[in-house]
């Protein structure tokens, strides 16, 4: 199948090299010349836009980093809506709020072209492997004729419901998830602290009730998981500014639901600390070291 990819960034480009490796032939489309270099080595054609990326193709993925980005690419002058053919299936795959889904899945349906939303969860490791978990929303016809295309670059293919549940489903794991990560960091500052071993701490806490994917996978605390972005200075991964904007969407549907979010109204002060003390290209997990510098600071005093 002709595949057009927009966006290649560190979730973006390792999906599009599993759909190459998976047979498919592909076109891609990004600002990053170096990103589109990489793609285009191993087999993909390059466009320089995304209406001519698409041009062609039988199907379409994007994955950008926010909502501004998704509806320039489909709304845009040189986007895809201006350049793809009825009745291609389009996939967005960025994580963004749901009313920009359903106004794009709008547009896209008056063009003659189904939208789902299939953000994604698994980060860059499961990105790389191959083993993401798609959330997608779309009517049951649409996730039929998108999954064999998802199942390239995931493990995990959920049908949310309608147009903007994969959305929904996205924002509420990332709430999750950045609420415990902060979690585990505090937990790993003070025990190392009070004189345990990282390690140690890290071990039981990962056979016991406190396990969770930001302790076991993503330890933040640096040489207690070797892979993890803690082992490399919390450089790639998912970005801590990244986890900021998908809190800001949480707690924007919250408001607009009246729905109360205590600790998620917490989480997104402390990432905005964290990019505001100029760590916010840095993983997400790196939000420890707001602890760590606390704690330096106090050692000094």
């Known amino acids: 199948m002709h595949i057009a990819f927009i966006g290649l960034g560190n979730m973006g480009a390792p999906m599009a090299r599993n759909l190459l490796k998976a047979g498919h032939t592909l076109t891609v489309f990004d600002l990053n010349a170096a990103a589109v270099a990489s793609l285009c080595a191993e087999g993909a054609a ?43 299936p389009l996939v967005d795959s960025s994580t963004i709020d749901p009313a920009t ?117 993503c330890n933040p605390w640096p040489g207690v998981i070797e892979a993890a972005p803690a082992g490399r200075g919390y450089t790639g991964g998912f970005g801590a500014d990244l986890m900021l904007k998908d809190l800001g969407l949480a707690n924007d549907a919250a408001r607009s639901v009246k729905q109360p979010l205590f600790l998620g109204a917490l989480a997104q002060q402390v990432y905005q600390a964290v990019s505001h003390a100029g760590d916010g290209q840095l993983d997400f997990s790196g939000v420890i070291r707001q602890y760590l510098s606390a704690a330096d600071k106090e050692g000094k005093q």
């Open 46 to 88: 390059t466009a320089d836009s995304a209406r001519k990326a698409v041009a062609e193709a039988d199907f379409v993925i994007t994955m950008l980093p926010a909502a501004a980005h998704v509806r320039s690419a489909y709304l845009g002058p040189e986007g895809v809506l201006a350049g793809v053919r009825p009745g291609v």
């Open 101 to 217: 889904v359903r106004e794009l899945a709008a547009a896209a349906e008056a063009h003659g072209n189904a939208l789902a939303d299939a953000p994604v969860s698994g980060g860059t490791v499961g990105a790389q492997a191959g083993t993401l978990t798609f959330m997608v929303g779309a009517t049951e016809a649409l996730f039929a004729q998108v999954r064999p295309v998802l199942a390239g670059m995931g493990r995990n293919l959920v049908h949310c419901g309608g147009t903007g549940t994969g959305q929904v489903a996205k924002i509420c794991n990332n709430l999750i998830l950045g609420i415990s990560m902060i979690g585990v960091s505090e937990a790993m500052a003070l025990g190392v602290k009070l004189g345990i071993d990282a390690n140690v701490l890290a071990g039981i806490v990962n056979t016991s009730t406190g396990r969770c994917w930001a302790s076991d996978t």
